[in-house]
T-cell receptor, first 112, second 110 residues
């Protein structure tokens, strides 16, 4: 079991560019979560899916953020256009039920 | 709403010292409680959990007891090691999602 796989590990982009973060959950896990981690606000839940369907996106900061889960083995988090305040570590986590998460190693995003 | 409050760090201890990291939770319903650990450059890992009052979760020498009367789930370890240096997150299960505390950074010095 390779665990939750996120790509890229690091992303540096210029303000205004589109950024796409990717996540492959553990096979058989029905829940997928996207979190953002910053020093100021800690770990924030952005959105989560159950069986590929978005259930709660109330944590998505604004319309610049969007997330999709086209199938059970892949999800993306997109930021368009990106801003410096989006700089953070973004984590994807999956779970067979809504607790007992397995986290990926995260994507460190820097927007300059 | 559902939340957890944990002590702010950083916590700096000498090797073999006793560790306590405090955590309290909102008492809505009967939540399951968790401690997660995050090592540098990695994602969070489940350390231990407790699903009902008076349960004790334990793993790798760490323990936490679900105290309903004080709505607490404090993390303890009798003798910390340098390899325990990490950020520790208290968490509670709500409806279909887990709410995390802000995290407490622990630094253990030789």
């Amino acid at each position: 079991d390779a665990g939750v796989i996120q790509s890229p590990r690091h992303e540096v982009t210029e303000m205004g560019q589109e950024v796409t973060l990717r996540c492959k959950p553990i096979s058989g896990h029905d829940y997928l979560f996207w979190y953002r981690q910053t020093m100021m606000r800690g770990l924030e839940l952005l959105i989560y899916f159950n069986n590929n369907v978005p259930i709660d996106d109330s944590g998505m900061p604004e319309d610049r953020f969007s997330a999709k889960m086209p199938n059970a083995s892949f999800s993306t988090l997109k930021i368009q256009p990106s801003e410096p305040r989006d700089s953070a570590v973004y984590f994807c986590a999956s779970a067979p039920e809504p607790y007992g998460y397995t986290f990926g190693s995260g994507t460190r995003l820097t927007v300059v | 709403g559902n939340s957890v409050t944990q002590m702010e760090g950083p916590v700096t201890l000498s090797e073999e010292a006793f560790l306590t990291i405090n955590c309290t939770y909102t008492a809505t319903g009967y939540p399951s409680l968790f401690w997660y650990v995050q090592y540098p450059g990695e994602g969070l890992q489940l350390l231990l959990k407790a699903t009902k009052a008076d349960d004790k979760g334990s793993n790798k020498g760490f323990e936490a007891t679900y105290r309903k009367e004080t709505t607490s789930f404090h993390l303890e370890k009798g003798s910390v090691q340098v390899s325990d240096s990490a950020v520790y997150f208290c968490a509670r299960r709500g409806y279909q999602k887990v709410t995390f505390g802000i995290g407490t950074k622990l630094q253990v010095i030789p």
